[in-house]
């Protein structure tokens, strides 16, 4: 999870509750940037976890850090017995990372890390809240990530920017039209996810648009392929809204 968001920013804000870690990037799309909300629960990767908040009512951390840092400590700590992380302050705040590593003798080997990270101050945490869902016309499951990254290297010699569209049902294309050139690839039978009977009322999709009518949206290939390069966690679907 680390090493994908690495791809995607050089910052970004780790969110600390008792049952849960975010990870945050609140870019302004509409300016070209990127937002990003990832959510994990710690039950699923602590055997132990303990923090405290500021407060019994603010029981959370915010911290900004750099994604890269925090992927290259661990990566070290892989093949480790058991890794402690701790908030600690240093010659400035860190998340120290400390491992056990396994060893033929008797004499434990121990390799610590200090990720340096910036507390945000509690003035600040509205920004970092789950965003609403916008909007949106169609949604629909995307093929193999593998799949598309293929497309769209291909295509980003061609022009700067390609034209996802998508309809209700099931099909995909991905295509760019220049003066010179025009080039589209089609997907079929990806299937759309489900959102209620009258989902538009809940920001999906209403059931009364056609489904063979396509909804388009222009795309940075740029942006594109460097969201794709940074997959590495190999999701078992995906979906665009």
Known sequence: VITTISKLTKMCVLRLTPDHLFFVLSGKVANGGVSMWCELSQANFFDEYQMEGVSSEDNEICLEVTPENLSRALKTVQNAKAVKVKLTRKHCPCLTIAAELPTLSSVSRVVTHDVPVDVIPRRLWHEFKEPSMPDFDVSIYLPPLKTIKNVVDRMKNLSNFLVMEANLNGE???KIETDLVSVTTHFKDLGNPPWGEDASQDGGPSQSRDPEAMAQARVDIRK??????????NPSKAMCS
């Open 224 to 233: 594109l392929q460097q969201f794709l390069m940074g997959q590495q966690v």
């Open 172 to 174: 995909m294309n991905l």
